[in-house]
């Protein structure tokens, strides 16, 4: 086996120094009944990367890529490019094979890129300090709810309607064992995001309302309004960012009054990856949040000599030390999508950031006045940045599959996202980013356009 | 030469990224959120950005330049092949939410994965998505607590050893569990009489480890899942050793009714410098109804087929606990995941256990004279070493130890860990170490531990030739600096 | 642009520092009428990383990669797997972006690499010395000849007529220009090479004979036998392998008296890649001739302190030394292709080197056993290791470019390699690897018996 | 530690490919040329594999890691996306000898590459396939032969400045030429009159570099040519130096008639520590007809040939000299070249003149009080800064600077070369150096400067913080161990 360097010799002189006769004499503890007779059941015998690869190529040749159709899915997920120097980048061994840095002194490399990471990230959201990355947006939603109950002390959380449907699963899910109470409801249909019923759901038992910025269905919605009803209400505000991109042309959460920043990094850096590894992030506008927060957190020092440098802190929140007293049970960050996102970014700059944003906002434009043009479909959105709702008159579902076999990834249907609510089946969520080509969209209209027709 | 920080030496005009100029400021459909002010995030060139990142990995220790003997991190080659084949544009560039008629193969690689952990577990089913070994042992937990609840038993406490990783009590605890511990017998093993006396109607369910914490095998795992099963509980096995036994025991057969898999351990996804992880959780029968949406199944027809809270019906699954994350759970690494595993094979795989019980015990025995071994005597460990900090003079401790390991090249063991021996170090060397590459690591560690008996005091300042000399965490965590402080502008 | 870290800021800063008003006046010796006074004719702008990436993706797709099809050719360049550790390997910033290794002190991950390469190459070879590389096989092949030249002080070489007809035409060109006499020859169609004719051929004035090995027709020359002969009359045997898989499974040509070997080693980590950058090795059998040879040699030092170190040696052959003396005017070996030679070889060992060699040598007498049963098909080798030629008893180019038409890259014919050579116009060159699987040799059998029929 | 060969570590018996196993003996067809002694060559598995490299990498210094100011040798910066599209299957797994009609592709990109340096060089025609800067040398001058050869005019010599590269006149000699010396200029550039003195019926042609090895370009370089052209000769200029002008000059214009291209340089192929290079010649339309087969050909109709020899004829190019080498060339360089082409554009081009040029003569006068710099009063310097050894203390060398700017962190500039200089310093910084990085290392040179003017003799000692001291050259010379000498078993 490729992978195994012990030969047959070294086995047996490493046997001779232990004692022992055969290697099942160092199994001795597993009870005879326990020990597996033969190989495992239907498991093939050990196989070159030839065969293991070509294997692989033929699975992945029953996927449609994205990058070999008119592509148009967002909600959550985005296609951008990626510059090459990212992924040589995180293929670096030391960056690719480093453990976790709990060995400051011989783990810079990570801490400090996290260091930076996180200063971005923080910045991004117009946050005072972000922690050094969680599993993915939606987990990093339920750690911000759980984070707003212990500072509030309170149980009530108000999931805004236009939250990605997956994310306040989660949160229903995770509440149901801790018993938190979960206000939600459906997104509506129109314009301009519903502030005034959301903050209409905000009491006095509220520990957070959550809303997303942009929101399920694209729209921008006025944050600051609701930072100002929660606040009055004694609430913190929880806003969750998708599209990372998007904050190079609107206002941050944190200068709009959020209290907790979560979103999904991926978008920068990551790629799709069919939905994960992707990169939590996690950002609090008061650094007296900071002890409150879940997950690792890289602060500077310095060391015997004076040197600046970087190391794990704050770590008496976690489980490691104080077990079943931590803010949270994780143990992970999502690492190396961190570097992807930072290296990402660090490419991208002020400069570059706005420029794609802008791009991706001035296609998006062109992409909705065009697609509205088609008989039978309106576009909802009063307001959105790369991804906007069609209204589509029929079911969307179908409309996407049918388009699907034509080879062209249309979108997601809200159908998909909300399934069983029949009032918002003939919506479809168009996303729109500088990977998009004009011909994209021509394709797309004229595809469309046939299926209604 | 220090490497600065990006901050330091970026220009927020600067940029790696040609892209086309659009003038801000004309008309937009941003709802009036138009970003003004400056965000104070800066930009380097290709270059500089090329040569920042290339500088910092090399303040870094890595398995691709030596051995890591974390003891319970199962810190091993990660292949080649495995980043090869998880870029694939087939797999890397599919959004999650396309239509399931084009994503066909990377359903078929959830399921395939899916079943090669049952089979190599011996359970019934698995929840492919949670994201982390944390994640997944909190998706067992709540399985357990939802199979629980269906029969309307709400029982309140787990038990949990000693020597468990402090992710159990968390995870424990996070799903609303009282938690208690369970002791050891004097051989490090969980004391069968003990738990037989804590169990009753309160009792949820036991979290244990598997081979131990200790590097032990729990001989009596059999009975203490009859016991648990007997007392109406459920049994989580904590799955960070499985490398040790993969191929040679499935959990399964010792009454195991969940168990969590680190991808990134047993089946060698790249560690990344902390994350990201993968932690799929193996059910037994009892459990799998709860595990949560979504997953993958293969219908009579050979269709693999997602199965969502739409379809939850249609595949029999309405128990099912709730949703653990958004999408599908962390493909990249199923990518690689299997990759391994059809590299192994059946054959492999039994090998990688043996070959990382061999390294681990011929550890032991190359250490054992000048190292307290405290179940030393009580036979053979399983893929890790453990000794005790007995023998050191006055003033030096495993931390010195670990810290003087640095400068003979090494990424130092696991310390402190477990709590019940005294300065605990816990050495797994892993299959991928060659016997050449353990037998300098044996004479590094050697020369420490002789320094530590001796009272070398020169340890105590150690690591010298590290990138960095010994970081002040007190400085770090009472005024925490976690952003750059400097100004947004250039 | 994103290469280009200047901002303008710094710019106005550096001309400030220089003294001058604008770059235009650093560039004041060239004339007025050489400037040019707008850009370069016809070329685009500066362009972002997804539309070059889209533009050479889009001629990529011009070819037909041999992934992509049942595939058969060799004749001098071989599609070997290369493990996926190679690619990681020479990616490396600190291989990849190094320069020549003039500075020992920080260039000992280059030299120690070639140190080990030439070892490996000298044993794999038969030889006492290799060097560091060459441009490609063809190239050394002269470089041999005129060594030979400088060894022997001869002027006449006999070229085999089963040497690669690139290789005897890059000899017989560069010849034109130093006066040596080029006694060449078309091959036998004959199952076993002509020796005699080929040693019928060497005199007393022949400085060497120059024979390939397997060749060009995939038969195994006994070269023993025409080393003798060679040394007889004081001339010395060049060797020319263009498989190096071969002589994991035959013996090496050192071993059977060759006095100078020389390569191709592209098959061994390197790939096709259309021809280049390719990798020409050079060995030779006997140590004294060191100092003959040409290129760039590594050799064993110890630095001031004792400890063993390698550095670039022997440069006094060299032009950068001895300019217009030089051996050669060779400046460049092949290093980035050496290091994923040596990185292959080291995967592969000796065991791996020979499993490969007899996987490639019973694939290929399958194949040859299977093709030779087609009607009209006649398998021309007695000896052949893993490339054969088939007599199809029609015209073999037209052959190939229909089977091409259809998807099947089916060999080399003989009239692509000797074009207007009627005697050889009906030969196929097959080549079998590791890569070959079953159903690509039943694909061309079956596409083969339709094209014949 | 020390890393050892693998010829130290590794087994005949270890491997770390998993192939068939293939018993050895049996019946074969291999004409009784079976192998059976062993080969000597180690193995080691993957794990090992990838540690061993990834630690001697370590040892070496790179683009990646800091500044390499080698003047003449550009060495810039290497863009990522050069490495992805030249890794694309429809490039790097294409055979050369495919039929043309399966590799339209692979003739565009060489079709489009050499259209652009016909037209960034204002030349007629480009030879593709020589395989680095010298090859392409000796083919232009073989190109000048043959020209001069299909005239019946039998020329001898070729002229070169004496600051010339070692490769000009290996490369006259290799093609048969006697090499005679042009005198330079108290400025640094050839003496015209000189030159033209020496002009006459048996020179064949001058080989010129410009702008020349002093970084000075030629300002004569019209009136050379001419002169050349009206003795009957030809012009070749070296074209290492092209990145000083690209964009902002074409050498046809002045009269150059062969000019090889080191893609590595100007185009920024990766240097790989030594090759592989590419050396495409633009010819003018005297010498084109000369050039050597293969070549490609666009057509009328826009498809794309391959022209080689069986179809020389049909393209009007029977006067070909030959063939320099099997196949067609780098094309792994060509895809790397053009898409930098691309991504520069027009624009970017001449911005990488001009900033490669503002670079140096920022360097140029950020030194020049300290150092001497023996043509810094007559004018700017383009690409690269000379210096040389005057006011250096009595027994410090330009060695011993050299290896001292080894310990600031810095590959060392060229040292010297060219020879008309004394202890000569040439310093090339090209124009993906950043400001900032070009201070620091404008601080850390002046500090050298200072140490070497002091007399600072612990200079002599340096390096002392690189991976080796200073390596005994002349043991390596004198007693030359080429190849590991240990046995060919284990």
Not at chain 1, 386 to 410: I, S
Not at chain 2, 345 to 352: I, K, R, Y
Not at chain 2, 454 to 470: C, E, H, I, S, T
């Amino acid at each position: 086996m490729r992978y195994l360097p012990l030969t047959q010799a070294d086995r047996s002189a490493m046997l001779d120094r232990i004692g022992v006769s055969s290697i099942d004499d160092l199994f001795v503890d597993v009870p005879e009944e326990a020990r597996l007779s033969g190989p495992i059941g239907g498991l093939p015998l050990h196989a070159g990367e030839m065969a293991v690869e070509r294997h692989m190529q033929r699975l992945s040749r029953r996927n449609l890529a994205a990058g070999d159709a008119p592509f148009f899915l967002g909600a959550g997920a985005y296609r951008h490019h990626v510059p090459a120097s990212v992924d040589h980048v995180i293929q670096r061994g030391e960056f690719l094979t480093a453990y976790t840095p709990y060995q400051p002194e011989i783990a810079q490399g990570t801490l400090q890129m996290l260091f930076e990471f996180q200063t971005q990230v923080a910045r991004l959201y117009g946050c005072a300090v972000a922690n050094a990355s969680m599993y993915d947006g939606s987990t990093a939603c339920w750690e911000a709810v759980a984070m707003a109950g212990r500072v509030t002390r309170r149980k009530r959380v108000v999931l805004s309607g236009a939250l990605h449907p997956h994310y306040a699963e989660v949160v229903r899910t995770m509440a149901k064992f801790t018993d938190d109470e979960i206000a939600d409801a459906l997104p509506s249909l129109q314009g301009t995001p519903d502030n005034e019923g959301l903050i209409a759901r905000i009491d006095d038992e509220t520990s957070c309302v959550v809303v997303q910025y942009p929101d399920i269905l694209g729209r921008i919605p006025d944050l600051g309004a609701i930072a100002e009803a929660a606040h009055a209400k004694g609430a913190l505000l929880v806003a969750v960012n998708t599209e990372p991109v998007a904050l190079g042309a609107i206002k941050s959460p944190g200068e709009l009054g959020a209290d907790i920043v979560v979103g999904e990094g991926q978008a920068i850096g990551v790629g799709l990856q069919f939905g994960g590894p992707y990169l939590g992030l996690f950002a609090v506008r008061d650094a007296r949040h900071a002890r409150q927060m879940p997950g690792r957190l890289c602060g500077e020092t310095v060391d015997a000599e004076g040197k600046r440098g970087f190391v794990l802190t704050l770590s008496t929140r976690e489980q490691h030390i104080r077990r079943e007293k931590a803010t949270s049970n994780i143990c992970t960050n999502s690492g190396l999508c961190a570097l992807a996102f930072s290296v990402h970014m660090t490419l991208l700059g002020e400069e570059g950031l706005r420029r794609l944003a802008a791009c991706n906002h001035s296609l998006a434009c062109e992409a909705a006045d065009r697609l509205a043009q088609i008989p039978g479909v309106e576009l909802l959105n009063d307001s959105f940045f790369n991804e906007f709702t069609l209204r589509l008159g029929t079911d969307a579902r179908q409309v996407v599959r049918r388009l699907a076999d034509d080879g062209v990834l249309a979108g997601v249907s809200l159908g998909r996202l909300f399934p069983g609510v029949d009032a918002l089946e003939d919506g479809l969520l168009v996303a729109v980013t500088e990977t998009t080509t004009r011909e994209d969209i021509e394709t797309l209209a004229s595809a469309l356009q046939e299926a209604l027709a | 030469l220090e490497e600065p920080l990006i901050f330091e030496i970026g220009h927020a005009e600067t940029t790696g990224v040609d892209l086309p100029e659009i003038a801000p400021g004309g008309p937009n459909r941003l709802g009036g959120m138009e970003r003004r002010d400056p965000i104070g995030l800066p930009g380097l060139s290709e270059p500089e950005t090329v040569r920042h990142y290339t500088r910092l990995s090399r303040q870094n220790y890595a398995i691709d330049l030596g051995l890591f003997p974390l003891g319970s991190c199962t810190m091993k080659h990660n292949p080649r092949l495995n980043e090869k084949v998880a870029r694939i544009p087939g797999f890397a560039d599919v959004h999650p939410l396309q239509p399931v008629s084009t994503v066909r193969g990377a359903l078929e690689v959830i399921n395939e994965l899916a079943h090669w952990l049952i089979e190599l577990t011996g359970m019934h089913g698995v929840a492919m998505s949670p994201k982390a070994g944390a994640h997944g042992e909190l998706c067992g937990i709540l399985c357990i607590r939802a199979a629980l609840e269906a029969r309307g038993d709400a029982r309140e406490v787990i038990l949990v050893p000693e020597s468990a990783h402090g992710t159990n009590p968390a995870t424990a605890a996070f799903a609303g569990y009282r938690v208690e511990n369970i002791p050891a017998n004097a051989d490090g093993r969980v004391d069968l009489e003990a738990l037989k006396a804590r169990l009753g109607p309160d009792v949820a369910g036991v979290m244990i480890t598997n081979p131990n914490t200790c590097g032990l095998f729990e001989r009596d795992m059999k009975a203490i899942s009859d016991a648990v099963h007997a007392a109406g509980g459920f049994v989580y096995c904590d799955g960070a050793n499985f490398n040790a036994i993969v191929g040679k025991v499935r959990p399964g057969d010792l009454g195991v009714d969940a168990m969590h898999i680190n991808l990134h351990k047993t089946f060698s996804t790249p560690h990344g410098g902390g994350g990201p992880g993968s932690g799929p959780v193996v059910l037994s029968q009892a459990l799998s109804p709860y595990g949560p949406l979504p997953f993958t199944a293969r219908t009579a027809d050979g269709v693999v087929h997602l199965v969502e809270e739409e379809n939850a019906a249609e595949f029999d699954h309405t128990s099912a606990f709730g949703r653990m994350t958004a999408f599908h759970g962390q493909m990249g690494m199923f990518t690689r995941a299997l990759a391994y595993i059809l590299s192994h094979g059946a054959d492999g795989l039994a090998q990688v256990a043996e070959d990382a019980v061999l390294n681990a015990n011929y550890i032991l025995r190359s250490l054992d004279d000048l190292l307290d071994a405290p179940f030393g005597d009580s036979g053979p460990c399983m893929h890790e070493a453990l000794f005790g900090d007995r023998g050191f003079a006055e003033g030096l401790s495993t931390l010195d130890l670990a810290k003087s390991l640095i400068d003979e090249g090494y990424h130092p063991m696991t310390m402190y860990f477990p709590l019940v021996v005294h300065g605990a170090m816990l050495i797994e060397p892993t299959e991928t170490e060659s016997k050449a590459g353990l037998d300098q690591f044996i004479e590094a560690f050697r020369s420490v531990a002789e320094r530590a008996r001796a009272g070398d005091g020169a340890m105590k300042q150690a690591p010298y030739y590290a990138p960095r000399r010994r970081l002040d965490e007190t400085q770090a965590a009472r005024k925490p600096v976690l952003a750059w402080q400097g100004a947004k502008g250039d």
